[in-house]
């Protein structure tokens, strides 16, 4: 018979060693895990190729709010994937950038075709994962013959360019129906293309578009009132109308509604940034003018100024009068944490929440609906702010260029996909 302390001694033996077994298995177990997810993110590195409109250069001298989102986006897939953009050329810009795993490529383009062909002649035997065509149908039959079997999408930012004049419906569903995928900005643009196209609805996919969270932020005090000081604006709770001066953009309907909101605030004032036809923008001045209005037209401002137009303002005025796909210019104010009062059309809704985060405006061709929803902010600025620090809050969650980007990797990639698996 043994001891007691000679049992004990065993028994411990025995518990050591079914410790140092699970401990060894835990860490093989671990170092396996490890390994699967390092072998994952491998085949998820994909070489992504993406081809820009003919018409403005990336990064965009002026304007060009798809070349904004489409590099903006380009960056941030350029964090796990080599990405190819192919834009126009321009004069102050080299015939190709490099920064990182994003190649920005630029050829002629005298003309769409002429583009295409030069897009054409780099591209021809590189080897893509996946081509992605912003805002262009037509060129996806062009590529799809030079690229037989790689997956392309076309990305919409609006329904311009499957619509006439720009092109006949039919002629835009046979370009389409030659990619793997077509990617809405919102659900009411998918919604919209899904109606237009019933035999594409497969293919037609929703990403929603971003902001940069780091530039478009609430300002400084400091940096506000240095702002509003430039612009003569202290004291004043300014309005904000930010984009292409053109009618379906509703500056007429604004105009009036500032014109009765003064009658109860005299102090509001409208800033308009943007920039129109000389003949459109006339008509405009000459109207402020006559309606006796506080308005300031502040001219065009390039996308990297455009956040201190935004910091400037105590509310942005959306009075769109025609379907807006998305409203890019409706996040980046929230972003800034100010409110937006919007047309209830389109897309606008999907960033825009009624109460929330602005006003949504169901009545948007009459200027007396536009003026009550101004009033209510600017006489109850409390109220104003508190939709304003809502709407900072709902576009860090769901609105950033991290998340647009990381939404497309995943409609890119496919596990199942053998030939992605054999990239070096």
């Known amino acids: 018979m043994h001891s007691p302390m000679f049992k004990c001694t065993k028994l411990w033996r025995r518990v050591n060693y079914v410790l140092t077994k699970w401990r060894f298995n835990s860490y093989a177990m671990d170092v396996s895990d490890s390994c699967a997810n390092v072998q994952k993110e491998v085949w998820k590195s994909m070489r992504l190729l993406m081809i ?59 003309s769409p075709k002429h583009y295409i062909r030069a897009v054409m002649a780099y591209i021809r035997g590189k080897n893509f994962d996946w081509i992605q065509i912003d805002n262009r149908p037509r060129f996806v039959t062009p590529v799809r013959k030079i ?29 389409l129906s030659k990619a793997d995928a077509i990617i809405a900005n919102s659900n009411s643009l998918q919604q919209e293309l899904c109606t237009r196209f019933p035999r594409l609805h497969p293919k037609i996919k929703q990403v929603y578009l971003g902001v940069d969270l780091e530039r478009f932020h609430p ?22 109308f ?41 008509q405009l001045k000459s109207k402020a003018h006559r309606l006796r209005l506080s308005a300031q037209f502040i001219g065009y401002k390039s996308h990297r100024k455009m956040h201190d137009v ?81 709407a900072r809050r709902d576009m860090e969650q769901q609105f950033s260029w991290a998340n647009t980007a990381q939404s497309l990797s995943d409609l890119y990639w496919s596990p199942s996909d053998e030939r992605r698996r054999r990239m070096k």
């Open 219 to 240: 300002p400084s005090s400091g940096r506000r009132v240095k702002l509003r000081k430039e612009y003569d604006l202290q004291g004043a709770f300014v309005f904000a």
């Open 52 to 110: 820009a409109p003919e018409q403005i250069a990336v990064p965009p001298p002026k304007g060009g709010s798809v070349e904004i989102c489409m590099l903006a986006i380009a960056e941030r897939l350029s964090l796990q994937h080599q990405v190819t953009l192919m834009s126009r050329k321009y004069a102050h810009y080299p015939p190709v950038t490099i920064n990182g795993n994003l190649k920005i490529v630029r050829v002629p383009a005298s």
């Open 242 to 282: 930010v984009g292409r001066i053109i009618p379906r953009k509703g500056l007429p309907v604004l105009m009036k509604a500032l014109r009765q909101v003064r009658k109860t605030v005299p102090n509001a004032k409208l800033v308009i940034a943007g920039r129109g036809e000389s003949g459109y923008m006339t």
């Open 310 to 390: 935004y910091a400037l303002a105590d509310c942005l005025v959306c009075p769109s009068q025609r379907h807006e796909a998305f409203g890019l210019v409706n996040i980046e104010a929230m972003a800034t944490g100010i409110p937006v009062i919007a047309s209830k059309i389109g897309g606008i809704s999907e960033a825009v929440q009624h109460g929330v985060n602005g006003l949504l405006i169901k009545d948007y061709r009459n200027a007396s609906s536009f003026a009550s929803a101004m009033l209510k902010l600017a006489k109850d600025r409390a109220y104003s702010q508190s939709l304003g620090i809502q």
């Open 147 to 175: 690229f037989p079997h790689t997956p392309i999408s076309v990305f919409l930012h609006s329904l311009i360019f499957v619509s006439k004049p720009m092109i006949i419906e039919s002629i835009a569903e046979m370009h």
